[in-house]
């Protein structure tokens, strides 16, 4: 006893089918995932599909109904949370008012008992990291809303947690300072080398953030891949209409050949086959000359067009149903107007085919 634990690296945290059920509804329901050491991984889903008890349950303040949860080589399904030693933020900081910013980033130490002199000297390291070690004697209510997020990271931090755990940090503050904040939470994590798991309910502050990001839906892992992979390559049409816009097309595909439900063949790279869901993204649309010989070649009538910013949205009437197509704007592209009939395809390796999809 006597120094405070140092690790200069996160540990993994890795779920087996693990489930929380309430009565016979299921929060999260078997749930399998391997964060690696280190790794910053976000947990983003619409309201309601359980991403705050996942963090609960690695917190340790809801227990599993079933299935394991391992932190580093140590199943700790069964160990109080106390024990645990990972780091937690809020939302609302969860912060002691009365007391000033050393006890409060000290506190996690001084429950642990760790001696007065390192108490201080590992404050000051924590606040430093945080650029707060301005503000150690004010108390927490003299304190803006960003920097008492800063000090609650401090806090989480101060006794160099196997992992941290933060629920929306960010959502009271507003957008600029969330910004600011978004960048030094990811440097922090990087130069600590720390394992991070995120709940957010905002996409593009998964994006930004994220090694890797896990979709969630209903109480079920969607998805879990990197940023350009959920766009790209989403698993299912939730994850596709997650990440900005989709045009999907339901049908069949075999032998490199998607056959939409109304009978329409479009090439594409997929070789399984069965049921599926092709998704286009609106600027993978080409139109006329654009198009080369393995495109599909397909006609359609300008039912709208929207300029937004530096883009041009066009939504059009075709024999696949509607399809929204973006071109960026430049001095030569005029919106063309409505009726008018255009010849488009997309590139057949962009189009991405999901498998077993209805
Ligand atoms: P939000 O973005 O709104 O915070 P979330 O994705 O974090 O949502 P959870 O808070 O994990 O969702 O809740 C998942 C589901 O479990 C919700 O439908 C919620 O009502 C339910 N739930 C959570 N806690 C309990 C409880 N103690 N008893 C019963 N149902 C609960």
């Known amino acids: 006893a006597g120094t405070a634990p140092i690790n200069t690296r996160g540990v993994g945290v890795r779920f087996e089918q693990l489930s929380k059920r309430y009565g016979d509804f299921y929060a999260v329901d ?5 964060v690696a050491p280190g790794e910053f991984l976000s947990i983003l889903g619409p309201s309601g599909s359980g991403k705050t008890t996942v963090l609960m349950l690695i917190a340790g303040f809801v227990a599993p109904t ?5 932190l580093g080589d140590q199943d700790i399904s069964q160990i109080p949370p106390y024990k645990r030693n990972i780091g937690v933020v809020f939302q609302n900081y969860a912060l002691f008012p009365h007391l000033d910013v050393r006890r409060n980033v000290g506190f996690p130490l001084e429950v642990r008992g760790v001696p007065k002199d390192e108490i201080a000297k590992r404050v000051n390291w924590a606040l430093e990291r945080v650029h707060m070690e301005k503000f150690a004697d004010r108390r927490i209510s003299q304190l803006s809303g960003g920097q008492q997020q800063r000090i609650a ?10 992992a941290l755990l933060m629920d929306e940090p960010l959502a009271a503050l507003d957008r600029n300072l ?4 978004q960048y030094e939470i990811r440097s922090l994590q990087r130069s600590l080398g720390q394992t991070v798991i995120y709940v957010t309910h905002d996409q593009e502050e998964a994006l930004n953030l994220s090694d890797r990001v896990a979709v969630m839906n209903l109480g079920r892992l969607q998805q879990v891949d990197t940023p350009k992979n959920l766009y790209l390559r989403p698993a299912n049409p939730f994850v596709a209409g ?4 989709a ?13 939409t439900d109304a009978g329409i063949r479009l090439p594409v790279t997929e070789t399984r086959e069965g049921p599926a869901v092709l998704c286009v993204r609106p600027e993978m649309i080409v139109f006329g000359d654009e198009r080369k010989s393995d495109f599909p070649s397909l006609t359609g009538t300008v039912l709208e067009t929207r300029y937004r910013g530096s883009i041009l949205h066009i939504e059009l009437d075709t024999p696949l149903g509607k399809i929204n197509a973006v071109q960026h704007i430049n001095t030569t592209n005029d919106a063309p107007a409505e009726g008018t009939t255009l010849e488009f395809g997309w590139d057949p390796n962009l189009g991405h085919v999901m498998m077993g999809q209805v």
């Open 178 to 181: 969330r910004q600011d904040m």
């Open 242 to 245: 997650f990440f900005g816009e």
């Open 247 to 259: 045009n999907l097309l339901s049908g069949k595909t075999q032998g490199g050949v998607f056959t």
């Open 66 to 70: 079933s299935g394991r949860l391992l």
């Open 30 to 34: 078997s749930l399998d995932l391997n």
């Open 153 to 162: 990271l401090a806090r989480a931090i101060v006794f160099e947690p196997r």
